[in-house]
């Protein structure tokens, strides 16, 4: 099998244990409005459309930026199968809290265990870290701004997040951002 292939069965697989996995979701007491969700669904959208897609009209855009090496393919499958796997550790952690969208389950709480003491969005820093594997892999320069676009609309949604968050949590999530870098461990 080659890395290109493996990618997709990764990304597949991840993807149908995703959505299955909605269902064991709480019912949601706030959810954002189409518009605020608009503000980072487009960039993720653009971006994922760039990344993984790979229209004849991105031109040069779509030419390899350094030679084909298996040794890199493969590295870089492990890489988003941890990315992945970093995302449904949080995931099971994050229990019946998670949600697609920026959204107050009944009951919501601040969860502080597992990758949670690590990030306190570590669903997006393991779909970050797969997704610039995925890159590598795709090897554009269509694929890196693919990657960008979806940072920026994690970055986007993130902070509608902690703002929701913050207001309905209050001290406790005002600790919990003090205690714990957003996506990155040492960094933001």
């Known amino acids: 099998m080659a890395p290109g292939s493996a990618l997709l069965v990764l990304w597949v697989t991840w993807l149908l244990s995703w959505f299955l996995a909605a269902a064991w979701s709480r019912r949601t007491r706030v959810r954002q409005a189409g518009a605020e969700q608009l503000q980072y669904g487009i960039w993720i959208w653009a971006g994922a459309l760039l990344l993984f897609g790979g229209s004849r009209r991105l ?14 393919g493969w590295a870089a499958i492990v890489a988003v199968a941890l990315g992945l ?4 550790w949080a995931r099971i ?4 809290l998670w949600s697609g ?3 107050l389950k009944v009951d919501h709480q601040v969860v502080r265990t597992g990758p ?5 969005h570590p669903i997006y820093s393991g779909l970050l870290f797969a997704l610039l594997a995925t890159a590598l892999i795709r090897d554009s320069w269509a ?7 979806v940072l920026a609309g994690f970055i986007v949604k993130l902070r509608q997040e902690e703002r929701l968050l913050s207001s309905v949590l209050g001290a406790e999530y005002s600790q919990y951002q003090l205690d714990v870098p957003a996506l990155v461990p040492g960094l933001w």
């Open 59 to 72: 031109g040069p855009l779509l030419d390899p930026i350094y030679p084909e090496s298996r040794v890199l």
């Open 85 to 88: 796997g970093w995302t449904w």
């Open 93 to 96: 952690h994050l229990g019946s």
């Open 101 to 103: 969208v920026v959204a």
């Open 116 to 120: 949670y003491r690590v990030t306190r």
């Open 143 to 149: 694929a890196i701004a693919g990657w960008l676009l």
